[in-house]
């Protein structure tokens, strides 16, 4: 039951809830003791802060009639993951703007941050300029590689066709595309 208040508060709108509004989200079937317990918990964590002028219920043991959700408590669990992916990615690679993001935002878009990490420690930036249309051609080229390799397990375009590499202009070969593209998308 602690795990589903926990999901309902993370994205409950409002900093302050009323006691009645978080039964509605226990199952019909709990007892009040577990509900207690639950109610508890929160407190102990510090995610729900009682608000002493709303009364208790008259219940015993009895549980404020409201509290103020402790959002930054909330979110503390994901912004330790994203400090230790920090860590761990390429030092290019910035993740602070995740921390104003929802954490759904953050689990969609880390297999796609794996992979570019993937891509910079295995090949780094570009050795020559390229314009913005060429750099996203090969951005293209290389999403169809990641595509047809997810789909059929080995790298290769549809028609055969080899993306240029625009660091070099050279076609990307199977050492290019090989286990390391792989590895990204497993």
Do not use: C
Request: glycine share 4%; net charge positive; proline share 8%.
């Amino acid at each position: 039951m602690y795990d589903t208040f926990l999901k309902h508060l993370k994205s409950y709108k409002n900093t302050k809830i009323s006691l009645g509004q978080i039964e509605t989200w226990a199952d019909p079937h709990t007892m009040y003791p577990q509900f207690h317990q639950a109610m508890q918990t929160l407190l102990d964590n510090q995610i729900l802060i009682p608000v002493r002028s709303s009364g208790t219920n008259a219940k015993n043991p009895p549980l404020p009639m409201a509290y103020h959700i402790q959002k930054s408590v909330l979110s503390q669990p994901i912004k330790q993951k994203i400090k230790q992916a920090q860590l761990q990615f390429h030092p290019s690679i910035r993740l602070d703007a995740y921390f104003r993001f929802a954490e759904s935002r953050w689990s969609k878009d880390l297999p796609y941050i794996r992979q570019v990490h993937d891509y910079l420690t295995q090949r780094g930036f570009p050795q020559r300029e390229a314009t913005a249309p060429d750099r996203q051609t090969f951005m293209i080229q290389i999403a169809k590689i990641f595509e047809h390799d997810a789909l059929f397990g080995h790298p290769q375009l549809p028609g055969g066709e080899a993306p240029a590499h625009p660091a070099n202009g050279q076609a990307l070969s199977d050492s290019h595309r090989g286990q390391s593209v792989r590895k990204g998308i497993q």
